[in-house]
């Protein structure tokens, strides 16, 4: 069965830096989103990509966030400066049409120290 | 806003128990609801949806029934095996390109 591919499983960076995070969605799908997860809390929308264009966003989702579909396979996910509270498990995502079933990457466990 | 509440976890059960996890959610319209599985080391899955009020999703044993008066989708299985070990997730959604998550709620069943 086609999965969403997510790399690293692990970052760990120091606060301030600037990561990247990537995602290879299943070929075939439009939607792309990316959701967080912090430890012990719920898994929050952070932003939702159609049409090389971003379709909603969370007030998460400030400045300091951006994604981009840089060819025809990769979608990313670039936190440009991290903060301790950006530490969390990030989930990529897509689908072939809208919200109604999504498929998930296996997370990239973020760490700002 | 929009907002999903499932039971506190962790939830620990012997094979072949009847499982029940609660949700109950908050919406200002029609949300369209849903449970998400995690198996280890795996990505979320879509286990089941229900899209209006008094449908059942059922996939795998699982059933979950959208209960518009009492703003509830419970999952339900009659008899778990180890392998229904995992977290699960309820979500809604309203339309909106997003799903409103609830906090997950990890399930071990012992053989």
């Known amino acids: 069965e086609p999965e969403v591919t997510q790399t690293p499983s692990h970052q760990v960076t120091q606060m301030g830096q600037e990561v990247i995070l990537r995602c290879v969605p299943i070929?075939?799908?439009?939607?792309f989103y990316w959701y967080r997860q912090i430890l012990g809390q719920k898994v929050e929308f952070l932003v939702s990509?159609?049409?090389?264009?971003?379709?909603?966003k969370s007030e998460i989702f400030d400045d300091q966030f951006s994604v981009e579909r840089p060819d025809g396979s990769n979608f990313t996910l670039k936190i440009r400066s991290t903060k301790l509270e950006d530490s969390a498990m990030y989930f990529c995502?897509?689908?072939?049409?809208?919200?109604?079933?999504?498929?998930f990457g296996s997370g990239t466990q973020l760490s700002v120290l | 806003g929009d907002s999903v509440t499932q039971m506190e976890g962790p939830v620990t059960l012997s094979e072949e128990a009847f499982l029940t996890i609660n949700c109950t959610y908050t919406?200002?319209?029609?949300?369209?609801l849903f449970w998400y599985v995690q198996y280890p080391g795996e990505g979320l899955q879509l286990l089941l949806k229900?899209?209006?009020?008094?449908d059942k999703g059922s996939n795998k044993g699982f059933e979950a029934t959208y209960r518009k008066e009492t703003t509830s989708f419970h999952l339900e299985k009659g008899s778990v095996q180890v392998s229904d070990s995992a977290v699960y997730f309820c979500?809604?959604?309203?339309?909106?390109?997003?799903?409103?998550f609830g906090q997950g709620t990890r399930l071990t069943i012992n053989p």
């Open positions: 979500a809604l959604s309203e339309g909106a390109q997003k799903l409103v």
């Open positions: 990509f159609y049409n090389n264009e971003i379709s909603e």
């Open positions: 995502a897509s689908s072939d049409w809208g919200f109604e079933k999504l498929f």
């Open positions: 229900a899209t209006k009020a008094d």
């Open positions: 070929s075939n799908h439009l939607y």
């Open positions: 919406a200002t319209g029609y949300p369209s």
